[in-house]
């Protein structure tokens, strides 16, 4: 009696878990069945931003909608989030990935898997018109205690301008890229960093007389500069990041990720990564050991 009604147990949860339609056996296969994808991304051009339409696009949206066409997923559902709950959302299983051309960090990877490297940037500083403070690096920004540096919460640049030695209490921390411009050109901050592209596009949406871009900004020598920037995703899904990886691979040989780039702003020469530089040597923080090799 015992086992005929562990067997009736057995058969019923059996067919509950067929009828629960638990057909995907991985996020990938799941991805492919519905057709769409949920992409984290900050507001940051030119790596991914909402265009007038209310379209998601940017070079690393692009890049990532490119790839997962290749992969049968045609559908990019875009998810505008703060720039610092990209990672704990894709933890989360809020996104199915993220981008915006994210820079891969040691820190970042211990929390995220991502995929190949399909960019490299390097940093630039926008003052106020004149440059009163004389700032043309990170390190003069420390020097001179009064200065005020406005940066988007969750960017790499809060960590490289304290390794330059930026004081925690001359760092303004904001919600955007917009937000940062308009804290200088208000007076309430003194200058502000951001990827290169970033600031220039910026500055240009900007409009204002009372700022300008630090030509000769001392790009700063820390880890993480150049930064390589990547989609991520949840560390578990294993199938869905190799098969990024492939057809990316395949993108990358055809050109295609280069024309992406070039169309979005980037100089492809410059902005392209090396064939040498791979997601484990930037996860380990090695790859200014082979940048020039």
Known sequence: MKKTLQMIIFFTLLIFLSACGLKHTNTLEKLQDEGKVVV????????????????????????????FKELGIEEVEGHLADYSELVPGLGARKFDAITSGMAITPERCEKAAFAEPDMKYGEGLIV????????????????????????????????F?????????????????????????????DATT???????????????????????????????????GAVAFHPDDEELLDAFNEKLDELKANGTIQEILEENGFD??????EENITTDIVCKGKEKEYIEQ
């Open 128 to 159: 106020q018109k004149g440059n009163p403070l004389n700032l043309h690096s990170y390190k003069d920004i420390a020097y001179n205690e009064e200065a005020v540096i406005s940066i988007m919460s969750g960017a790499t640049e809060n960590d």
């Open 194 to 228: 951001a990827t290169e592209m970033t600031l220039l596009m910026a500055l240009e949406s900007a409009e204002s007389d009372e700022l300008e871009f630090v030509e000769d900004f001392e790009q700063p020598d820390v880890e993480g500069v150049p930064s390589y």
């Open 161 to 189: 301008v304290v390794s330059e030695g930026v004081g925690e209490k001359q760092i303004q921390s904001a919600q955007d890229i917009p937000a940062t411009i308009a804290a200088v050109e208000s007076g309430r901050a």
């Open 268 to 273: 492809a020469e410059r902005n392209f990564p």
């Open 40 to 67: 984290g991304f900050a507001d940051e051009k030119p790596y991914g931003y909402e265009n007038e339409d209310g379209e998601l696009t940017g070079a690393s949206v692009e890049t990532a909608k490119a790839v």
